[in-house]
């Protein structure tokens, strides 16, 4: 592979977009993850989602904050362990997948990864838009649309670098703005039934642990983008917690603000509620928004165009794109976020909400997928260069044992599919509560790790670790918090 041991890129510009990250190139610390972790879950959009808890399902305060909570640590869960093993290949997550399902088997989950990013980008642009329309009434919601796109193009075509730069800023800007705009929103004075509005039901609650659990593996197909450029001598179980504790703490502040200040709010655009919540301090709350919202949004654009570049990379392996051709794909999703953006703007919360989960309900499956191989079969060895290069790598061009095991998981996942286009009647028996990402992983997980064993076992005499061992391994990253008897346990190899 021709850059595996280049020479590191000064540039501010990012050079290396889909291929290895060489060594010498490689800059920052874990420190760094627990700021991005925070930086890009502390988002406007997460504000919105957090408020559906009271204005969509109709939960009293305690109730959304608690699944709000709950779906939080949840979810981290299936994240983190994506952007853990970065240090160690380098590569983008979406080109380690390949050792899944094979150099094009890997294609539909790039596919869907760029249909994810490029609705987060659509839905940002909608934030923005009405943002910049509240600020200034006389300019309408699709100019302003127009003007985000361009604002955040500018910040994606720069790279990585600025745009991580802007990520400590925007996390401190947004972070001390709501703790501001909550305060004074409380001093405002809140509405009589603000602590007693809405009641409890098991589905709505569920319904939000579903939407809270399902922000963080969102950003699995790129949670290793930052994590593949830190030193490859950084420990995985520290990129782990790194990742893990920046990325929850960073939703939960918006989520839970949204939950909170959603019965103050007089409509549903809940950005602009605060804003009008907070008094003479609203407008520069929704600055800080608005500058949030562009911030979050380059980084969204980045990752949409990160992953259609891929698709050019899974099919001709070889190909390193340029800046131009960056700036290129980059204007082709450009044209397409602007429209879906002028499409969502009407109905924003239920259609965005809708997309999103029959999304994530494709992705799902690929994360169990990648998960099991890495840590229970391969045990995290992995060849970046065979990565990048399947004509001499020991990876199929489709492998049908993680292609099967991926189709039948999205499958069972249908009945427990829940929106305005479809609800299956599993999902309608428990108050119209999406369960698909419950059901997803316990279903693909156990059946590719027992398919994929078998053939390892059968056809190639791969050595698998026993069910002691698998404990251990599993055990790995939570040595700090257990007592000497289990670390014992699970320092048996």
Known sequence: M?????????????????????????????????????????????????????????????????????????????????????????????????????????????????????????????????????????????????????????????????????????????????????????????????????????????????????????????????????????????????????????????????????????????????????GSFGPVLLVLFLFSVLHHNALNLYRAVQATLTIGQTLRTHWRPRPRVRGAVSALVLACGPALALGLAGDFVTRFADLVLVLLAALVPWAAINLVDFSLLRHGSQDPDELCDPDDAPYRRFDPVALGSYVLGIAVQIPFLAGDLYTGPPAAHFGGADLSWLVGPAVTAPLYFLWARSRLRRCEGGAVLGMREQAARILDPLRPLYPEDVRGFADTR
């Not at 990129?239 to 960073?250: I, K, R, S």
Request: aromatic residues 8%; contains cysteine.
């Open 2 to 278: 021709t850059h595996r041991h280049g020479a590191a890129q000064p540039d501010a510009v990012a050079h290396h977009t889909v291929d290895e990250v060489p060594e010498p190139a490689r800059h920052g610390c874990t420190r760094d993850l627990f700021t991005l972790g925070f930086g890009t879950h502390i988002a406007p959009l997460a504000l919105v989602t957090g408020a559906m808890a009271v204005q969509v399902f109709h939960q009293p305060l305690w109730s959304g904050v608690l699944a709000v909570l709950v779906g939080q640590l949840l979810g981290g869960v299936f994240m983190a362990p994506h952007r853990a093993p970065g240090p160690q290949f380098g590569l983008p997550q979406l080109i380690r997948s390949r050792a899944r399902s094979g150099s094009l088997g890997a294609l539909p989950g790039v596919v869907l990864a760029a249909a994810l990013y490029v609705t987060f980008f659509a839905a940002h642009l909608v934030l923005a838009g009405k943002s910049l329309h509240v600020l200034t009434p006389g300019l309408p919601v699709g100019a302003g649309i127009l003007l985000g796109a361009a604002g955040s193009a500018l910040l994606c075509l720069i790279g990585h670098r600025l745009i991580h730069a802007l990520n400590k800023v925007a996390a401190v800007v947004l972070g001390l703005g709501l703790v501001a705009g909550l305060a004074l929103a409380v001093t405002h004075g809140l509405p009589g039934d603000f602590f007693t509005r809405g009641g409890f039901t098991f589905a709505g609650w569920l319904a939000i642990v579903s939407l809270s659990a399902l922000w963080q593996p969102a950003l699995a197909p790129y949670a290793a983008d930052r994590s593949r450029a830190l030193p490859g001598t950084v420990r995985t179980t520290t990129t782990f917690w790194a990742t893990y504790g920046g990325a929850c703490l960073g939703s939960l502040l918006p989520f839970l603000a949204g939950a909170a200040v959603a019965p103050a709010c007089p409509g549903p655009d809940t950005g602009a509620g605060i804003g009008g919540a907070a």
